[in-house]
């Protein structure tokens, strides 16, 4: 069953294949994981969102289809996204270095010259990725 396209372990799924089901789990579970891992730093999270992603592909497995290409990773990593967007969403969340950037957002209008500008948002940039 390993050696099935993402389209051909779908299509079982759809007739409720608990094997082929499995089977796109091991195939897509880590690197969903390291995904939302290095986007949230938050294992938690990370563990939590992957079942939440694989989840809605079996309570959904009746709707889904495949990419132009036959596979369904377009899917797995948006859903990670938005479950990324949520987690950020929350009140209680902390965005990383928020106040730094709060500080640097402050400053920027005010910066001397063109080239504090520059370098400022240049910073911002690295901060946010």
């Not at 891992?37 to 694989?54: C, G, I, M, W, Y």
């Not at 889904?64 to 967007?85: E, H, M, R, T």
């Not at 640097?104 to 990725?129: G, V």
Request: glycine share 4%; aromatic share 10%.
């Amino acid at each position: 069953m390993k050696a099935l396209s993402d389209e051909g372990l779908l299509a079982l799924v759809k007739q409720d294949n608990q094997l082929a089901f499995s089977q796109l789990v091991s195939r897509y579970r880590d690197g969903l994981y390291d995904y939302i891992l290095r986007k949230t730093r938050r294992e938690e999270v990370a563990q939590d969102s992957v079942q939440e992603v694989l989840l809605s592909v079996w309570q959904n497995r009746h709707t889904l289809y495949c990419d132009g290409k036959g596979s369904l990773a377009p899917y797995l990593y948006k859903s990670a996204k938005y479950c990324i967007i949520d987690y950020y969403g929350q009140r209680s969340v902390e965005i990383p270095f928020g106040d730094l950037l709060a500080e640097l957002l402050d400053y920027i209008p005010n910066a001397q010259s063109d080239a504090d500008a520059a370098y400022l948002l240049k910073e911002l940039k690295t901060l946010i990725n």
